[in-house]
């Protein structure tokens, strides 16, 4: 493959006409990047002398490489940006036999040349897909009804707080002036009373929405927890028998 880029190298250096060159500089682009992906399978897939790699075994592997060599500034974590990359490789190890070592020819090549190499393996991967789109669909579910449940809760919390809010905010100032007035009485102004009062009530009603607001963060985690927990309980539960 190397031989073959390097003679391609030759022809687009060669050729006098435009088209032509451009048209060997992709098959030449192409080539190479054949060779890169083979390239960084040899690292990956590298094991003691003697050992294979299993393709249930490849993402895993695939996930430590991304984590050492990726090269990206991004405020996501590595975790977060080699999943994709380590989810696309699983998915195409279904196509390959559990009892076949994996090679980095094979890791690049594509799903359809894998079911030709594979036929045996299809009906089994495609089983696996089929129990794979099922446990997505469960799993929107969950995630649908959770969203559903925050948001409706959220709206009560807001409501319960408000109000709350507000008879704070009144209560609190009603009973400052009160106390203020039996205090201090007429002779040391009011203005100066009454701009005591404001200033705590403004304090409370800040004070409020910060609460709001940590309640909704712990209602985030709640339903976080209640989505896991309902899940795992659905599962337990026996399906009903069809009639």
């Known amino acids: 493959?190397?031989?073959?880029?390097?003679?391609?190298?030759?022809?687009?250096?060669?050729?006098?006409?435009?088209?032509?060159?451009?048209?060997?500089?992709?098959?030449?682009?192409?080539?190479?990047?054949?060779?890169?992906?083979?390239?960084t399978y040899k690292v990956v897939?590298?094991?003691?002398?003697?050992?294979?790699?299993?393709?249930?075994?490849?993402?895993?592997?695939?996930?430590?490489?991304?984590?050492?060599?990726?090269?990206?500034?991004?405020a996501k974590s590595m975790d977060?940006?080699?999943?994709?990359?380590v989810k696309k490789i699983e998915e195409k190890m279904r196509w390959v036999p559990p009892s076949i070592a994996v090679t980095p020819e094979m890791a690049c090549k594509s799903v359809d040349k894998l079911k030709e190499q594979f036929p045996e393996q299809v009906?089994?991967?495609?089983?696996?897909?089929?129990?794979v789109a099922e446990e997505n669909a469960r799993q929107k579910q969950f995630l649908d009804k959770a969203k559903e449940l925050r948001g409706k809760l959220a709206e009560e919390l807001q409501t319960v707080v408000r109000k709350w809010?507000?008879?704070?905010?009144?209560?609190?100032?009603?009973r400052l002036r009160s106390v203020a007035g039996e205090v201090v009485g007429a002779d040391f102004g009011q203005?100066?009373?009454?701009?005591?009062?404001?200033?705590?009530?403004?304090?409370?009603?800040?004070s409020s929405k910060g609460v709001e607001t940590k309640l909704l963060q712990k209602l985030d985690e709640a339903v976080g927890a209640w989505?896991?927990?309902?899940?795992?309980?659905?599962?337990?539960?026996?399906?009903?028998?069809e009639l």
């Open 227 to 241: 989505a896991a927990v309902a899940k795992k309980e659905a599962l337990k539960k026996p399906e009903k028998p």
């Open 123 to 131: 009906a089994a991967a495609e089983e696996s897909l089929k129990g």
């Open 80 to 85: 977060d940006l080699c999943a994709p990359l």
């Open 1 to 39: 493959a190397i031989a073959a880029a390097a003679a391609m190298g030759s022809l687009v250096a060669g050729s006098s006409s435009p088209c032509l060159a451009v048209l060997l500089a992709l098959v030449a682009r192409a080539v190479h990047a054949g060779n890169a992906c083979e390239d």
């Open 191 to 206: 203005t100066a009373t009454e701009t005591l009062a404001k200033q705590m009530e403004d304090a409370a009603a800040l």
């Open 165 to 174: 809010s507000k008879d704070l905010v009144r209560e609190a100032g009603t």
């Open 45 to 74: 897939l590298k094991a003691p002398k003697g050992q294979q790699v299993l393709p249930a075994e490849v993402g895993g592997k695939y996930f430590a490489y991304c984590k050492k060599n990726m090269k990206v500034s991004s």
